[in-house]
């Protein structure tokens, strides 16, 4: 919302406090993570704290930032800290360090875009301060 | 490190035997004196080679890669040590960035024009059960009252709120478990200071944000 709107009432928007909860608990865990270990380890918390509320309170997380929870530990995975990235058959798979999960992406077919980052899939921006 | 391969000096040597090529020395030496069965094969197992690494690699397999069943299960996650939090290693001068990006996340979340409103106004039930749903893991917590004497006063930074506790880290930087039943908490945000009864908030931290809170609870402690 621009600034000389201010005094008309700002739109809401549904889970706004839920969606604002989620990105601070992302941006906590990036924080931490590499720090030293006991950080790494809390910073675990964190994500699997954020998976837990996205799931109770049905908000989906964005893709991109799925793609960086592992599905069995839910720790951050940071290419070549926290995970081991690997080209194998043309699929590049991603393994946690930690429990050995691996995501595997294909890598062969580039024109595929995921329907969240193709711009017909947002209808409407809000801005808040 | 020239020091480590000259001879023995000639003192020692003077009385030592002369014994010529040292293989063919062994070699004589483990005829004389092995069991007749062992020596008949000696030649051969003098050809053996022995890596001393070998145990060492058999420890170090690799495990193998999981992608049908990717959740883990309870036992597993108790191996591999994230269920609970370590006691040492913390630094409380290393959380001074989550800490502010909480009082960031704060001020959006509350969306505060100045002030609180009072407790007569329309907004209050309004903001009190927003201040409920907030997330508290960062933010810089005092202990104001509680039913046991040496925690009152302890202040620090939230690493990880459970149903039943704060986990906090001291200036200290020791990591401290404190009890959300039997507390009240305080906190400070710019020049507001909030007080929170623990026995308010006694629930999953992942339900507090879904579940319907009281609107009227009486403070007692
Ligand atoms: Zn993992």
């Not at chain 1, 839910?74 to 360090?97: F, H, Y």
């Not at chain 2, 001393?52 to 959740?71: A, M, N, V, Y």
């Not at chain 2, 990880?160 to 906090?168: D, H, N, P, S, W």
Request: proline share 4%; net charge positive.
């Amino acid at each position: 919302m621009e600034s000389t709107n201010n005094s008309t009432k700002i739109k809401k928007c549904a889970g706004k406090d839920n969606l604002q909860r989620l990105n601070y608990l992302y941006q906590a865990c990036n924080a931490i993570a590499t720090e030293n270990e006991t950080n790494h380890l809390a910073s675990v918390m964190y994500s699997n704290l954020a998976v837990a509320i996205s799931k109770k309170a049905v908000q989906r997380m964005d893709i991109e930032v799925k793609r960086t929870i592992c599905k069995g530990c839910r720790s951050l995975l940071l290419a070549g800290i926290t995970c081991k990235v690997r080209i194998k058959k043309k699929r590049s798979i991603w393994t946690c360090t930690k429990c050995h999960t691996a995501k595997v992406f294909p890598v062969q077919c580039p024109d595929y875009v995921p329907w969240n980052l193709q711009e017909e899939s947002v209808v409407e921006t809000l801005q808040y301060k | 490190m020239a020091d480590l391969y000259t001879s023995l000096p000639d003192q020692y040597l003077k009385n030592a035997p002369e014994i010529g090529d040292p293989t063919t020395y062994i070699q004589k030496l483990l005829l004389k004196e092995l069991p007749r069965s062992d020596s008949q094969q000696l030649r051969h197992d003098l050809k053996w080679q022995f890596l001393l690494d070998k145990h060492q690699s058999s420890q170090k397999r690799k495990k193998p890669i999981r992608k049908k069943k990717t959740f883990l299960t309870r036992r597993e996650r108790k191996d591999l040590n994230i269920l609970k939090l370590p006691k040492s290693d913390w630094d409380y001068n290393s959380l001074e960035g989550i800490r502010k990006m909480w009082r960031q996340y704060m001020r959006q979340n509350l969306e505060l024009a100045g002030r609180a409103p009072h407790c007569s106004e329309q907004d209050w039930a309004n903001f009190s059960a927003v201040l409920a749903k907030s997330e508290l893991i960062g933010s810089e917590i005092k202990v104001a009252r509680s039913k046991c004497p040496s925690h009152v006063g302890l202040t620090g930074t939230v690493v990880l709120e459970t149903k039943m506790t704060f986990q906090i880290v001291t200036q200290q930087s020791q990591l401290k478990i404190i009890p959300k039943n039997t507390s009240v908490f305080e906190f400070v945000l710019d020049a507001m200071k909030f007080t929170v009864f623990g026995k308010h908030i006694m629930t999953k931290p992942s339900e507090r944000s879904v579940k319907k809170i009281k609107s009227v609870m009486l403070p007692d402690l």
